[in-house]
């Protein structure tokens, strides 16, 4: 069916809006069976304004609708660059329908229509020489959409096209025909331009098969070293026999750039044996290339690869004989210490001492007989690293190479020695680390100590002792360390004798050391130091003994508390605090009339806790002290021994200029079940000079009537044989409760709490 001649009536300017309405027509009549009339609406809609040509080709474009070849034709001579670049698209719209069934609603499949595409490609041939370079653009996107044979030919002709866009596009298309444009491609890898190159080998990479070798050969001669390295990687993604043997050309005879690209092509080839192809560069004449021959080669381990490898440790490279080594030590293979024997009398410092490591790691059994002179060797790092790698070995000969070293003139050397003495274990090494103990390096006799301590062996005590007077402190202080490790009795006096010590931490971790293994029998030394002139150790020494806590602290804490500094009569009264004894509230009443209130407000907290009836007089005289703080704690403390006795002084406390202790009072009495409690607190409720303010009276009525509720209760029970009068405890405070709640005394304090 041919399509009608276009109207040449004059129409209004079209909007976009108005050509969707046409388009909308067009399918409601194609819908009713009209098959001219998509035509004629074309026709009509081309023949509208210009401006509007190109959105109205772009309507029926996503409408889905063909477009005659006639109104084709008239808009590939249409005077607007965009009218024809509209035209282009238009084809290859259609293009990519027909060649992407099913084919949407309005696309006929009928021959006419196939027919068009033949007929496009002739129609492409007059935009493909258009003066405007979009345009031709334009064309080269439609021709390769149209899959045609004879799309290639235009192909062809774009990529000679003047302009390199132009060249561009056409060969990065022309990868859509496949082996087809293969001849096309070989001809536009010769273009002037490198991005057409690069298009060129992107399109043969997406074909992928041995045919694009020839063009790629043609690419390994590109004078930009960008354009070899992507026919290289091209090679390398093929791979097959024929891509193989290229890449081997370019090992013999390429630059040093594309030799070491070569070579990393060729190590990723999974299919064809690189590996010979790789060992016959070895003596290439750019020290990165043997490098990257010998990474490659790590990468295709074989049999054979160890000999080549084994060559590079005599190159004259320092780059490449670490890098052999690298790669012997990656590969693992035993045949090769041989040859590291050899580099372990290398002239490069990092050589020796890398081939130190690997013969570890390869023969970790036979370790002494290579590293043994190295002990000596005269570069202090290769004498470090064999001295460790001799500590590290399981070749039992080494640890007597190691015991031979200490008398080494380095230090370091002594100090691995040190360190393979302690893998002897205990019975054959505290002997000869002992005898170490008088090394000149401080850091030497440090270790040893330690190692010591860590065997635990009270052997070493008596040696120990005496580096307790060694100049340096960080021995002394290994000292310390390795003798609460070890934790026997034996160690007590040593550490005892470490609390003269002139330096701070020494003591203090003398004192700490004592305080964890010592138990009673350290507090004969802690006492020691509570008459020296040192107030951090006095405090640390006090807080000890208040952690043994045991009977036979509280004589030195009774002398402790009258101690000049503040900070060590607080710590000895909160020490004190810790033993459950009747004997400690003589001291703690001494420090109740000390001159500082937190003083007094540890000894009252201490004498609480004790819960005894024998407290309740010395914290009846807080209750005037001139601390609220003091008073509060003394009264709450009254409280604790619900004793009818504490009646009469928390009565008192009724009084208090402060609120917080007339409350502290009320609550307090409220634990003291008896009829002097509930008297107390009625004679406070009456009127008298100076109202209570109103929440201490509210508390005290609601505690009175319960306190008096409860009495009536208490009052009705009938008594048993024996029993004395109502409970004066709202709680008991008997031993057993103490022991309790405080935990039992040590070595002897009775825990007498009698209420």
């Known amino acids: 069916m041919q399509a009608p001649e276009p109207h040449n009536q004059s129409r209004p300017n079209l909007r976009w809006w108005e050509c969707g309405q046409h388009v909308q027509s067009i399918e409601q009549l194609l819908q009713n069976g009209d098959p001219g009339a998509e035509y004629k609406l074309i026709g009509d809609l081309c023949s509208g304004a210009e401006e509007d040509k190109s959105r109205t080709i772009e309507l029926l474009i996503l409408a889905g609708k063909t477009i005659s070849?006639?109104?084709?034709?008239?808009?590939?001579?249409?005077?607007?660059?965009?009218?024809?670049?509209?035209?282009?698209?238009?084809?290859?719209?259609?293009?990519?329908?027909?060649?992407?069934?099913?084919?949407?609603?309005?696309?006929?499949?009928?021959?006419?229509?196939?027919?068009?595409?033949?007929?496009?490609?002739?129609?492409?041939?007059?935009?493909?020489?258009?003066?405007?370079?979009?345009?031709?653009?334009?064309?080269?996107?439609?021709?390769?959409?149209?899959?045609?044979?004879?799309?290639?030919?235009?192909?062809?002709?774009?990529?000679?096209?003047?302009?390199?866009?132009?060249?561009?596009?056409?060969?990065?298309?022309?990868?859509?025909?496949?082996?087809?444009?293969?001849?096309?491609?070989?001809?536009?890898?010769?273009?002037?331009?490198?991005?057409?190159?690069?298009?060129?080998?992107?399109?043969?990479?997406?074909?992928?098969?041995?045919?694009?070798?020839?063009?790629?050969?043609?690419?390994?001669?590109?004078?930009?070293?960008?354009?070899?390295?992507?026919?290289?990687?091209?090679?390398?993604?093929?791979?097959?026999?024929?891509?193989?043997?290229?890449?081997?050309?370019?090992?013999?005879?390429?630059?040093?750039?594309?030799?070491?690209?070569?070579?990393?092509?060729?190590?990723?080839?999974?299919?064809?044996?690189?590996?010979?192809?790789?060992?016959?560069?070895?003596?290439?004449?750019?020290?990165?290339?043997?490098?990257?021959?010998?990474?490659?080669?790590?990468?295709?381990?074989?049999?054979?690869?160890?000999?080549?490898?084994?060559?590079?440790?005599?190159?004259?490279?320092?780059?490449?004989?670490?890098?052999?080594?690298?790669?012997?030590?990656?590969?693992?293979?035993?045949?090769?210490?041989?040859?590291?024997?050899?580099?372990?009398?290398?002239?490069?410092?990092?050589?020796?001492?890398?081939?130190?490591?690997?013969?570890?790691?390869?023969?970790?059994?036979?370790?002494?007989?290579?590293?043994?002179?190295?002990?000596?060797?005269?570069?202090?790092?290769?004498?470090?690293?064999?001295?460790?790698?001799?500590?590290?070995?399981?070749?039992?000969?080494?640890?007597?190479?190691?015991?031979?070293?200490?008398?080494?003139?380095?230090?370091?050397?002594?100090?691995?020695?040190?360190?393979?003495?302690?893998?002897?274990?205990?019975?054959?090494?505290?002997?000869?680390?002992?005898?170490?103990?008088?090394?000149?390096?401080?850091?030497?006799?440090?270790?040893?100590?330690r190692i010591l301590g860590d065997l635990g062996d009270d052997l070493s005590v008596p040696a120990l002792s005496v580096c307790l007077a060694d100049t340096d402190p960080t021995v002394r202080l290994a000292a310390v360390a390795a003798l609460q490790k070890i934790g026997t009795d034996q160690c007590l006096g040593p550490l005892a004798a470490a609390l003269t010590d002139n330096s701070y931490v020494v003591r203090k971790n003398a004192l700490d050391a004592l305080t964890e293994i010592g138990g009673v029998l350290a507090i004969e030394p802690l006492s020691s130091v509570l008459s020296g002139p040192d107030l951090r150790i006095k405090e640390a020494a006090v807080k000890a003994l208040g952690s043994i806590a045991a009977f036979e602290c509280v004589t030195h804490l009774a002398v402790s508390i009258t101690d000049n500094a503040m900070e060590v009569r607080m710590a000895s009264a909160v020490a004190l605090g810790n033993i459950v004894d009747e004997s400690i509230i003589p001291p703690l009443s001494y420090a109740l009339h000390d001159e500082f209130a937190a003083v007094r407000l540890a000894a009252a907290a201490s004498l609480g806790s004790l819960g005894a009836v024998a407290s309740i007089e010395p914290l009846s005289w807080l209750v005037s002290d001139l601390n609220v703080n003091v008073r509060q704690t003394a009264v709450v403390m009254l409280g604790n021994t619900c004793h009818f006795n504490a009646v009469k002084p928390l009565a008192r406390a009724l009084s208090d200029a402060e609120t917080s202790v007339r409350l502290a009072a009320v609550k307090a009495l409220a634990g003291i079940r008896v009829p002097e409690s509930l008297q107390a607190l009625k004679v406070r409720l009456r009127p008298i000079s100076g109202e209570l303010d109103q929440e201490v009276r509210s508390l005290i009525k609601s505690t009175a009537d319960s306190l008096e509720l409860s009495l009536a209760a208490m009052s009705g029970r009938p008594r048993t044989a024996g029993s004395e009068a109502p409970a004066a405890h709202g709680r008991p405070r008997t031993p057993k409760d103490l022991l309790q709640r405080y935990g039992r005394p040590r070595n002897g304090g009775t825990g007498s709490a009698t209420d």
């Open 69 to 449: 070849i006639n109104i084709l034709r008239e808009m590939f001579g249409d005077n607007d660059p965009d009218v024809r670049i509209a035209a282009c698209q238009a084809l290859g719209s259609i293009a990519d329908l027909l060649n992407h069934p099913p084919y949407p609603y309005g696309i006929r499949p009928a021959a006419e229509v196939f027919g068009a595409l033949t007929e496009g490609v002739d129609l492409l041939s007059q935009p493909i020489l258009d003066d405007d370079v979009f345009v031709r653009i334009a064309a080269v996107s439609a021709a390769s959409k149209l899959r045609n044979a004879s799309s290639i030919d235009l192909l062809t002709v774009a990529i000679t096209d003047e302009h390199e866009s132009v060249r561009t596009a056409a060969v990065k298309q022309l990868h859509n025909f496949g082996p087809q444009a293969i001849d096309a491609l070989s001809l536009a890898i010769k273009d002037s331009s490198r991005h057409v190159r690069a298009g060129v080998l992107e399109s043969l990479v997406a074909i992928g098969i041995d045919e694009v070798i020839p063009a790629i050969s043609i690419a390994l001669l590109d004078s930009d070293v960008t354009i070899v390295a992507q026919a290289i990687g091209i090679l390398a993604s093929i791979q097959t026999p024929k891509s193989a043997a290229l890449l081997s050309a370019i090992l013999q005879s390429g630059t040093p750039a594309a030799r070491k690209r070569a070579i990393q092509a060729l190590s990723k080839f999974t299919n064809v044996d690189a590996t010979s192809l790789i060992k016959t560069i070895h003596d290439d004449a750019e020290p990165y290339v043997r490098r990257e021959a010998l990474l490659a080669l790590t990468v295709n381990f074989d049999l054979e690869s160890t000999d080549h490898i084994s060559k590079s440790l005599a190159d004259k490279s320092v780059l490449i004989r670490r890098t052999a080594l690298e790669s012997l030590r990656k590969a693992a293979d035993i045949r090769s210490i041989e040859a590291l024997q050899k580099s372990i009398s290398d002239e490069d410092p990092i050589v020796r001492t890398q081939a130190v490591e690997i013969l570890l790691e390869l023969s970790p059994h036979q370790a002494a007989k290579y590293l043994a002179p190295l002990i000596n060797d005269e570069i202090p790092a290769i004498r470090n690293a064999a001295v460790k790698a001799l500590a590290q070995s399981e070749d039992p000969s080494s640890m007597e190479v190691l015991a031979q070293s200490w008398q080494a003139n380095d230090p370091y050397v002594r100090y691995a020695a040190v360190m393979a003495l302690a893998r002897l274990g205990k019975t054959t090494a505290i002997e000869p680390l002992c005898q170490m103990l008088s090394d000149k390096d401080h850091n030497v006799r440090a270790s040893c100590i």
